[in-house]
């Protein structure tokens, strides 16, 4: 041991997955790879007033939750892959730490407490990432090509063989997608490729910032009619992204529930795990439970992930999202889907949103929310702002659904419904979108 070591008992998980202990002096020590309930000798790295950032020399007593990685490339060590933070932890109790965030970000950020926990909303724990961004490096120095995420804390690409997050079929690809690139005339111009699996169709952005040769063209036609998938290409920001070559299956997602089918190009979002977000939708909608002579508002509603399920419920829909682009694509999936009728599609920035803009859609018993990190404060706000000031013929939604991908957000945006809006709390739970990883899906319901 150094004068820079010490043994700590760590107390809990945050939400980086680190362990949190606390020095003799009582100061807050974080400890990345420790996990609650171990005896770790540490190493103090860096000092702050308030907190010490620690990283972990030895244990001394193993917690029972711990196990063995289930992907090589994990670890705290110099580059180990950046993608997961948790896999030293057993599954289910991910899901209980991820619980315990919800609801520590609601008590103490929002002073909210839910009247009832939910069951978290769990699956499969490998091959379900469906969605990803991998980085691309031809490193010339060493004659080859890296393709996967980030080595953890740095921006140099990991050096991936493998990856069990990905479906086992991608993951397989890895190597082959190194060897086309490093054969490729543009390989020193290939900075992405984006990854997005549908039903029946695999789909690869490649982005490349120069054109694309003849000879690259047809080698990226082989490697799609070997591994069975379909190359789009990205010249420049998303609005360029384009397929390789036209015809061929349609890139789509399904919620058999509801008998939807959503087509959708690789660069729109969707989520990254098809399975949870079906029964995300399913749970959503039964939580909100809107009746077949019910209005319903879906705020941020993409692609009609949740609008158009709500449709083949309720009387009718109003669909509110940011992006003119996925406005326009909800409205061709819900004439896709024989729901044109039942819905109304409509593009504003819902980030500005007044008491005015909430009067001038008019009045709907039910609401989906389901915003990106930021939450949806100007939202709540402004509803908040109604309960103050009320405007005679319209009233506020009697039930509220928030989707969250940020617990702290959400406890902010709660907090607002709750102590000025005139809502309960009556429910709120995990959901285990991103299984290894420290990132917060959850949902919250809330009654007037």
């Known amino acids: 041991m150094t004068a820079q070591d010490e043994w700590l008992r760590v107390d809990a998980l945050d939400i980086e997955a680190q362990g949190v202990a606390r020095n003799a002096e009582g100061k807050v020590v974080f400890i990345e790879g420790a996990l609650p309930g171990e005896e770790a000798l540490v190493t103090v790295a860096r000092r702050k007033n308030n907190w010490e950032q620690a990283s972990l020399r030895e244990l001394r007593s193993e917690s029972a939750q711990r196990v ?45 407490k839910p009247e009832r926990v939910l069951r978290p909303i769990e699956g499969p724990t490998w091959g379900y990432r469906l969605r990803a961004r991998l980085s691309v490096r031809y490193v010339a120095r060493k004659e080859t090509v890296l393709v996967g995420f980030h080595e953890r804390k740095s921006r140099y690409v990991a050096d991936m ?20 690139v490093g054969a490729m005339d543009a390989r020193d111009t290939l900075p992405q490729i984006e990854l997005a699996v549908g039903d029946q169709v695999t789909a690869l952005v490649l982005r490349h910032l120069a054109p694309l040769s003849d000879a690259d063209r047809q080698r990226l036609r082989d490697f799609a009619a070997e591994h069975g998938v379909q190359w789009w290409l990205q010249p420049k920001g998303p609005d360029t992204v384009h397929l390789l070559d036209d015809g061929g ?7 058999p529930e509801f008998g939807v089918t959503m087509p959708f190009k690789p660069t729109d979002f969707t989520q990254v795990n098809h399975q949870i977000n079906t029964v995300l939708v399913g749970r959503a ?24 399920p709500i449709a083949t ?28 009728h039942k819905t109304a599609f409509e593009a504003r920035n819902l980030f500005e949103l007044t008491p005015d803009d909430l009067v001038g859609w008019g009045n709907a018993q039910r609401w989906l929310v389901d915003p990106p990190r930021e939450g949806a404060f100007a939202l709540v706000k402004a509803l908040g ?27 902010r945006d709660a907090g607002l419904l709750v102590h000025v809006a005139g809502y309960r709390c009556v429910a709120a739970g995990a959901v285990n979108m991103f299984p290894h990883t420290a990132h917060v899906e959850s949902i919250a319901v809330f009654e007037r």
């Open 249 to 255: 299956e349609e890139l789509a997602y399904s919620l």
């Open 385 to 411: 702002d109604l309960q103050q000031a009320p405007r005679a013929g319209w009233t506020p939604p009697q039930r509220i659904v928030y989707v969250s991908c940020n617990p702290a957000t959400l406890a």
């Open 285 to 308: 909608l039964r939580l909100l439970d809107a009746q077949p002579d019910e209005r319903v508002i879906d705020w941020f509603c993409g692609l009609g992930n949740f609008t158009l």
């Open 68 to 112: 063995t990685p289930g992907c090589p490339h994990f670890g705290l060590h110099a580059g180990a892959c950046g993608g997961c933070k948790m896999q030293h932890l057993h599954a289910s109790a991910q899901v209980a730490i991820k619980q315990r965030v919800l609801e520590d970000n609601l008590s103490h950020l929002g002073k909210v």
């Open 313 to 340: 419920r309720a009387q009718s829909v109003l669909g509110i999202e940011g992006s003119e682009t996925l406005v326009e694509r909800s409205r061709q999936n819900a004439q896709r889907n024989g729901l044109a």
């Open 161 to 180: 063989r493998e990856c069990h997050v990905l479906p086992a079929r991608i993951s397989a690809m890895l190597m082959p997608l190194r060897a086309l």
